[in-house]
């Protein structure tokens, strides 16, 4: 069994290899929604009577030729990841995977798949709520899935400063705005936030526009409120028995706001080759699920065979 480290993921899951990262994802999707793959839901403990509420969580997956747990510590609202790895096979373990780079790209990776998928092709504005790790993470994933002409950032503190430093990092003009421009002009919005209440009133967002709200994975947090909710015409998330557990757009919707029949998963989307038309609202919902976490891990961890493999027979 191997010890893959962070910056062995890092080598793997450069901005170069995303065609192959967004292929992965997409193939574990697929499997997913033909019953070729299973979920574990996300399960957590905590000591909460302790300072900084030390917590374990962990989730997984099994897919055909892997399968994998993530387990993660948090402590005073920092993470640290690791995936394991096993063979489907022979159920043998095959790597321990340092997975805090995995996790920030596997988030952002995911809503570019969604946006390649739901999202019109001539998008040319893009709206951000946020501007920490994720934030900045989504930037440099839409921008490799659809060629955005200029962002819109909305950010509580710094944001005009976060904005320049990202115009000469991406290569595109990025303006700090408030958050009514962001729903009212951006065609594609993604929300990566802590907010425990929605960032901008849903009426505002135009017809056509992908929202993808990946901020939290709190049943508490919500980014998006009831009338962009029901104006949508999907709700899209990863899987639905872990959206409807720890999404708050789902859990504190008012009772009809998402009408069963509008609640979708991406993988049945995939599979389907669905994409909205041109009028459609479409919201995407994140929470992340372990398919996610074991199909990057399993990509780099197959790297790492084929980096070996190279070596040796050069030795």
Excluded at 33 to 62: E, K, Y
Excluded at 239 to 253: D, I, M, N, Y
Aim: charged letters at 20%; hydrophobic letters at 50%; one cysteine or more.
């Amino acid at each position: 069994m191997r010890l893959i480290s962070e910056a062995q993921v890092q080598a793997h899951l450069t901005p170069a290899r995303r065609p192959a990262q967004l292929a992965a994802l997409r193939e574990s999707f697929l499997h997913f929604a033909r019953g070729q793959a299973a979920v574990l839901a996300r399960s957590r403990a905590a000591l909460a009577q302790a300072p900084g509420a030390p917590m374990v969580s962990a989730m997984g997956a099994v897919l055909p030729d892997l399968l994998g747990t993530k387990v993660y510590a948090t402590l005073s609202g920092k993470f640290q990841f690791i995936v394991n790895l096993f063979d489907t096979a022979t159920g043998l373990p095959l790597a321990t995977v340092e997975a805090n780079e995995l996790t920030r790209v596997r988030t952002s990776l995911t809503t570019a798949l969604a946006v390649d998928a739901l999202s019109r092709p001539d998008v040319k504005v893009l709206g951000v709520f946020g501007s920490g790790v994720q934030a900045r993470a989504h930037v440099e994933a839409l921008l490799s899935v659809r060629r955005f002409e200029r962002v819109m950032l909305c950010a509580r503190t710094d944001a005009a400063a976060i904005a320049a430093r990202w115009s000469t990092e991406f290569g595109v003009p990025v303006e700090a705005v408030e958050a009514a421009r962001v729903a009212t002009d951006a065609e594609v919005i993604a929300t990566c936030t802590r907010s425990t209440e929605p960032l901008f009133d849903g009426a505002l967002v135009r017809p056509g526009t992908l929202v993808c709200a990946v901020g939290s994975s709190k049943p508490i947090a919500r980014e998006l409120d009831d009338t962009l909710l029901a104006r949508a015409a999907a709700v899209v998330v990863e899987w639905k028995t872990a959206a409807q557990a720890e999404a708050g757009e789902l859990v504190r919707a008012a009772p009809g706001v998402i009408a069963a029949e509008r609640l979708k998963e991406l993988g049945e989307l995939l599979v389907a080759e669905h994409r909205p038309s041109a009028s459609d609202i479409v919201v995407y919902k994140s929470v992340g699920i372990g398919l996610e976490d074991v199909a990057l891990a399993a990509l780099v961890w197959r790297g790492e065979q084929a980096d070996a493999s190279a070596s040796g027979a050069q030795a």
